[in-house]
């Protein structure tokens, strides 16, 4: 698999807490999270995939690479404030998508910050697992409600989370969530 976002941070990221340049350029360029091999085999065993938020389209080309069946979405695919060009196809659409999509796994990666995006999509969405990169509730992704969804309608398993690579101060991993009822 082909992950030059990982290549490029662990090549040129030394820990430091003076890298907000470097993170802003890799962010525009790839995704807000830095994905593994590991990270992406456990996500496409979920697949089939529906992934809104999707910016570049970045994990979504690096699902497809293994083999996984994805539909990607974005307000504004590969270009807008957060992210410039597209590795995948990203047809355009926000959580409403998830309607068109009841057996797949939905995929939220970096819901943005104080948004209702990621809690509209949970709230409309009718599958079985949400698998959730970013930072838990009191970090920067997705609002409390999404939050308070996921808590409310599924659980994560100790054993369904996944270290990823992090910038310093940051507190990213993935997350699955099964529904509960």
Known sequence: MQNPYLEEFQSRYNGSYFF?????????KYAWAVPTEASIEAIAALGPIVEVGAGTGYWAWLLRQVGA??????VAPGDNHWCK???????????EVVENHPG???LLCWPPYQDPMSEIA???Y????????GEDRHGCTGNSGFHDLLE???ECPHES?????TWAGIHDFVQVWRKVR
């Not at 907000?20 to 525009?28: A, G, I, S, T």
């Not at 069946?69 to 974005?74: G, M, N, S």
């Not at 599958?127 to 990169?133: C, K």
């Open 161 to 165: 989370t996944i270290d990823i690579p």
């Open 85 to 95: 060009g597209l590795y995948t196809e990203v047809k355009v659409g926000g959580p």
């Open 69 to 74: 069946t994805v539909e990607a979405y974005d």
């Open 104 to 106: 797949h796994s939905l």
């Open 20 to 28: 907000h340049e470097l993170r802003d350029e890799l962010v525009k």
């Open 152 to 154: 409310e309608r599924f």
């Open 122 to 124: 949970v709230r409309m």
């Open 126 to 133: 009718t599958g079985r697992t949400v698998i959730h990169v």
